[in-house]
């Protein structure tokens, strides 16, 4: 198995002008409340940002393809 090094990680850079939420799950419900009960696309994009800065500030991002993962252990 490949030993995780800094450099593995991906970071996003939050957007300051959109908030976040608790964790991905209470982000990606809010947004899609707002991305279904909205008229127009230009309101569902805030919530988009805010699942985005939700991961950007609260998750480490590694590429699968770094990570040696057996098929049985994704479950």
């Known amino acids: ?5 800094n450099e593995d990680i991906v970071e996003l850079t939050p957007n300051g002008m959109f908030g976040d ?6 982000s990606y419900d809010y ?3 707002i ?3 909205s008229e127009s ?4 994009i805030t919530p988009w940002f805010v ?12 590429p699968k393809d ?9 479950d």
């Open 21 to 26: 939420r608790d964790d991905i799950q209470a």
């Open 51 to 62: 699942l985005y800065n939700t991961i950007a500030k609260k998750y480490y991002l590694i």
């Open 1 to 5: 198995m490949h030993s995780l090094k």
């Open 31 to 33: 947004a899609d409340l």
């Open 35 to 37: 991305a279904g009960s």
């Open 66 to 74: 770094t990570v040696n993962v057996e098929e049985n252990d994704k």
């Open 41 to 44: 696309y230009i309101h569902s």
